[in-house]
Protein backbone atom coordinates (compact mmCIF):
# COMPACT_ATOMS: atom_id res chain seq x y z
CA UNK A 1 0.00 0.00 0.00
CA UNK A 2 2.90 2.11 0.91
CA UNK A 3 4.56 1.89 -2.54
CA UNK A 4 0.82 2.41 -4.17
CA UNK A 5 0.49 5.93 -2.63
CA UNK A 6 3.99 6.67 -3.28
CA UNK A 7 3.86 5.64 -7.13
CA UNK A 8 0.16 7.87 -7.17
CA UNK A 9 2.23 11.18 -5.57
CA UNK A 10 4.94 10.70 -8.05
CA UNK A 11 2.50 10.57 -11.00
CA UNK A 12 0.94 13.53 -9.91
CA UNK A 13 4.39 15.10 -9.28
CA UNK A 14 5.72 14.14 -12.81
CA UNK A 15 2.55 15.20 -14.44
CA UNK A 16 2.87 18.61 -12.91
CA UNK A 17 6.65 19.35 -13.87
CA UNK A 18 5.69 18.17 -17.28
CA UNK A 19 3.00 20.45 -17.66
CA UNK A 20 4.63 23.20 -16.25
CA UNK A 21 8.56 23.04 -16.16
CA UNK A 22 8.90 21.72 -12.18
CA UNK A 23 6.77 20.70 -9.73
CA UNK A 24 7.39 16.79 -9.34
CA UNK A 25 9.55 17.19 -5.50
CA UNK A 26 7.07 20.30 -5.01
CA UNK A 27 4.11 18.00 -4.59
CA UNK A 28 5.60 14.42 -3.65
CA UNK A 29 7.84 15.99 -0.75
CA UNK A 30 5.58 16.84 1.42
CA UNK A 31 3.15 13.85 1.04
CA UNK A 32 6.11 10.79 0.44
CA UNK A 33 7.94 12.63 3.10
CA UNK A 34 5.68 11.37 6.17
CA UNK A 35 5.25 8.26 4.42
CA UNK A 36 8.56 7.34 4.44
CA UNK A 37 11.31 9.77 5.35
CA UNK A 38 13.87 8.41 3.35
CA UNK A 39 11.55 9.22 0.13
CA UNK A 40 13.56 12.48 1.07
CA UNK A 41 15.58 13.81 -0.77
CA UNK A 42 17.61 10.86 -3.14
CA UNK A 43 14.75 8.88 -4.13
CA UNK A 44 12.29 11.84 -5.42
CA UNK A 45 15.78 13.45 -6.63
CA UNK A 46 15.62 10.17 -8.85
CA UNK A 47 12.45 10.36 -10.29
CA UNK A 48 13.31 13.83 -10.98
CA UNK A 49 16.27 13.21 -13.13
CA UNK A 50 14.60 10.59 -15.10
CA UNK A 51 11.70 12.66 -15.90
CA UNK A 52 14.32 15.53 -16.71
CA UNK A 53 15.79 13.70 -19.52
CA UNK A 54 12.52 12.73 -20.84
CA UNK A 55 11.39 16.24 -21.00
CA UNK A 56 14.75 17.43 -22.62
CA UNK A 57 14.48 15.28 -25.14
CA UNK A 58 11.21 15.56 -26.05
CA UNK A 59 11.71 19.35 -25.84
CA UNK A 60 15.49 19.34 -27.39
CA UNK A 61 14.58 22.14 -30.23
CA UNK A 62 13.91 24.92 -27.74
CA UNK A 63 16.99 23.53 -25.21
CA UNK A 64 19.16 26.92 -24.73
CA UNK A 65 22.66 26.66 -22.70
CA UNK A 66 23.05 30.59 -22.78
CA UNK A 67 23.29 31.45 -18.97
CA UNK A 68 22.69 27.99 -17.80
CA UNK A 69 26.38 26.97 -16.93
CA UNK A 70 26.23 30.19 -14.45
CA UNK A 71 23.52 28.54 -12.81
CA UNK A 72 25.35 25.27 -12.82
CA UNK A 73 28.11 27.07 -10.92
CA UNK A 74 26.26 28.18 -8.26
CA UNK A 75 24.50 25.07 -7.87
CA UNK A 76 27.97 23.37 -6.72
CA UNK A 77 28.22 25.10 -3.45
CA UNK A 78 24.62 25.36 -3.12
CA UNK A 79 24.57 21.70 -2.94
CA UNK A 80 27.00 21.37 -1.08
CA UNK A 81 25.11 22.88 1.83
CA UNK A 82 22.73 22.01 1.40
CA UNK A 83 24.07 18.28 1.99
CA UNK A 84 25.56 19.69 5.27
CA UNK A 85 21.99 20.72 6.35
CA UNK A 86 20.98 17.14 6.29
CA UNK A 87 23.44 15.88 8.77
CA UNK A 88 22.50 18.97 11.33
CA UNK A 89 18.77 19.13 11.09
CA UNK A 90 16.29 16.79 12.63
CA UNK A 91 13.38 15.74 10.65
CA UNK A 92 10.77 17.41 12.29
CA UNK A 93 12.22 20.33 11.17
CA UNK A 94 12.96 19.32 7.96
CA UNK A 95 9.47 18.37 7.48
CA UNK A 96 8.62 22.27 8.30
CA UNK A 97 11.63 23.38 6.26
CA UNK A 98 9.98 20.87 3.12
CA UNK A 99 6.57 22.43 3.83
CA UNK A 100 8.08 26.25 4.03
CA UNK A 101 9.65 25.60 0.61
CA UNK A 102 6.47 24.09 -1.33
CA UNK A 103 4.46 26.94 -0.23
CA UNK A 104 7.81 29.20 -1.35
CA UNK A 105 7.39 27.93 -4.36
CA UNK A 106 3.95 28.49 -5.06
CA UNK A 107 4.07 32.51 -3.92
CA UNK A 108 7.38 32.35 -6.56
CA UNK A 109 5.20 30.98 -9.33
CA UNK A 110 2.29 33.29 -8.64
CA UNK A 111 3.97 36.75 -8.33
CA UNK A 112 4.26 39.39 -11.00
CA UNK A 113 8.13 40.12 -10.39
CA UNK A 114 9.86 39.81 -13.73
CA UNK A 115 13.86 39.61 -13.52
CA UNK A 116 15.76 39.58 -16.48
CA UNK A 117 17.68 35.72 -15.98
CA UNK A 118 21.72 37.73 -16.02
CA UNK A 119 24.28 35.51 -15.62
CA UNK A 120 24.81 37.10 -11.86
CA UNK A 121 21.31 36.04 -10.99
CA UNK A 122 21.25 32.82 -12.75
CA UNK A 123 24.21 32.12 -10.50
CA UNK A 124 22.42 33.02 -7.48
CA UNK A 125 19.51 31.22 -8.44
CA UNK A 126 21.29 28.27 -8.87
CA UNK A 127 22.71 28.46 -5.25
CA UNK A 128 19.60 28.47 -4.30
CA UNK A 129 18.21 25.64 -6.05
CA UNK A 130 21.07 23.68 -5.28
CA UNK A 131 20.86 24.49 -1.61
CA UNK A 132 17.02 24.06 -1.39
CA UNK A 133 16.96 20.72 -3.79
CA UNK A 134 19.88 18.65 -2.21
CA UNK A 135 18.47 18.84 1.29
CA UNK A 136 14.58 18.45 0.51
CA UNK A 137 14.29 17.61 -3.31
CA UNK A 138 12.43 20.82 -3.58
CA UNK A 139 15.15 22.98 -6.19
CA UNK A 140 12.65 24.01 -9.16
CA UNK A 141 11.50 27.48 -7.47
CA UNK A 142 14.97 29.87 -7.58
CA UNK A 143 15.13 29.11 -11.45
CA UNK A 144 11.58 29.23 -12.38
CA UNK A 145 11.41 32.91 -10.46
CA UNK A 146 13.95 33.79 -13.35
CA UNK A 147 12.14 31.85 -16.52
CA UNK A 148 8.36 32.16 -15.41
CA UNK A 149 7.50 34.89 -17.52
CA UNK A 150 9.92 33.69 -21.06
CA UNK A 151 7.74 31.59 -23.65
CA UNK A 152 6.21 28.16 -22.37
CA UNK A 153 8.31 25.49 -24.09
CA UNK A 154 11.42 27.61 -23.32
CA UNK A 155 10.26 26.87 -19.79
CA UNK A 156 9.77 23.35 -19.98
CA UNK A 157 12.83 22.95 -22.04
CA UNK A 158 15.40 24.86 -20.28
CA UNK A 159 14.71 23.70 -17.00
CA UNK A 160 14.45 20.34 -18.11
CA UNK A 161 18.03 20.93 -19.32
CA UNK A 162 19.08 22.57 -15.61
CA UNK A 163 17.53 19.65 -13.83
CA UNK A 164 18.64 16.93 -15.66
CA UNK A 165 22.62 18.49 -14.62
CA UNK A 166 21.31 19.47 -11.41
CA UNK A 167 19.59 16.49 -9.92
CA UNK A 168 22.71 14.08 -10.98
CA UNK A 169 24.80 16.79 -9.05
CA UNK A 170 22.67 16.04 -6.04
CA UNK A 171 22.72 12.47 -6.30
CA UNK A 172 26.64 12.55 -6.44
CA UNK A 173 26.90 15.05 -3.66
CA UNK A 174 24.60 13.19 -1.59
CA UNK A 175 26.39 9.88 -1.82
CA UNK A 176 29.25 10.80 0.43
CA UNK A 177 27.09 12.01 3.24
CA UNK A 178 25.14 9.01 3.31
CA UNK A 179 21.74 10.12 1.93
CA UNK A 180 22.13 8.17 -1.55
CA UNK A 181 23.06 4.39 -1.37
CA UNK A 182 21.50 0.92 -1.85
CA UNK A 183 18.39 1.91 0.74
CA UNK A 184 17.38 5.31 -1.29
CA UNK A 185 17.90 3.30 -4.74
CA UNK A 186 15.28 0.49 -3.84
CA UNK A 187 12.76 3.00 -3.01
CA UNK A 188 13.34 4.59 -5.71
CA UNK A 189 13.51 2.33 -8.71
CA UNK A 190 9.73 1.24 -8.13
CA UNK A 191 8.76 4.86 -8.85
CA UNK A 192 10.17 5.33 -12.11
CA UNK A 193 7.29 3.92 -14.08
CA UNK A 194 5.41 6.21 -12.19
CA UNK A 195 7.41 9.13 -13.31
CA UNK A 196 6.82 7.87 -16.85
CA UNK A 197 2.85 7.52 -16.33
CA UNK A 198 2.65 11.23 -15.19
CA UNK A 199 4.77 12.07 -18.37
CA UNK A 200 2.70 10.70 -20.76
CA UNK A 201 -0.34 11.70 -18.92
CA UNK A 202 0.66 15.53 -18.64
CA UNK A 203 1.91 15.22 -22.60
CA UNK A 204 -1.83 14.12 -23.77
CA UNK A 205 -3.34 16.56 -21.39
CA UNK A 206 -1.59 19.49 -22.52
CA UNK A 207 -2.97 19.29 -26.25
CA UNK A 208 -6.37 19.33 -24.83
CA UNK A 209 -6.26 21.70 -21.59
CA UNK A 210 -5.12 25.33 -21.87
CA UNK A 211 -1.18 25.96 -20.50
CA UNK A 212 -2.78 28.63 -17.88
CA UNK A 213 -5.25 25.99 -16.47
CA UNK A 214 -2.99 23.47 -15.89
CA UNK A 215 -1.12 25.97 -14.21
CA UNK A 216 -3.35 27.18 -11.94
CA UNK A 217 -4.43 23.50 -11.14
CA UNK A 218 -1.07 21.99 -10.50
CA UNK A 219 -0.42 25.35 -7.94
CA UNK A 220 -3.15 24.84 -6.39
CA UNK A 221 -2.33 21.13 -5.76
CA UNK A 222 0.75 22.59 -4.51
CA UNK A 223 -0.55 24.33 -2.25
CA UNK A 224 -2.36 21.76 -0.65
CA UNK A 225 0.57 19.31 -0.21
CA UNK A 226 2.64 22.74 0.91
CA UNK A 227 0.42 23.69 4.10
CA UNK A 228 -0.11 19.55 4.72
CA UNK A 229 3.22 19.72 5.56
CA UNK A 230 3.38 22.75 7.63
CA UNK A 231 -0.16 22.27 9.88
CA UNK A 232 1.13 18.59 10.25
CA UNK A 233 4.30 19.72 12.00
CA UNK A 234 2.49 21.69 14.00
CA UNK A 235 -0.44 19.75 15.38
CA UNK A 236 2.65 16.89 16.41
Not at 39 to 46: F, S
Not at 101 to 117: E, K
Not at 204 to 220: E, F, I, K, N
Request: hydrophobic share 55%; net charge positive.
Amino acid sequence: MEILIACLVITMGAFVQTAIGFGLAVVAAPILYFLDPNYVPAPITMCAFVLSVFNVYSYRAQVSFKGLGSAVAGRIPGSLLGAMLLVWIDHDTLALWIGLSVLGAVAVSTSSLRWHPTPGRMAFAGFMSGFMGTSSSIGGPPMALLWQHQEVNLIRANLAAFFTVSCLMSLIILAPFGQFGLPQLKLGLPLLPATFLGFVLARRSMTRVPHRQLRMASLMLCAITGLYAVFSYWLE
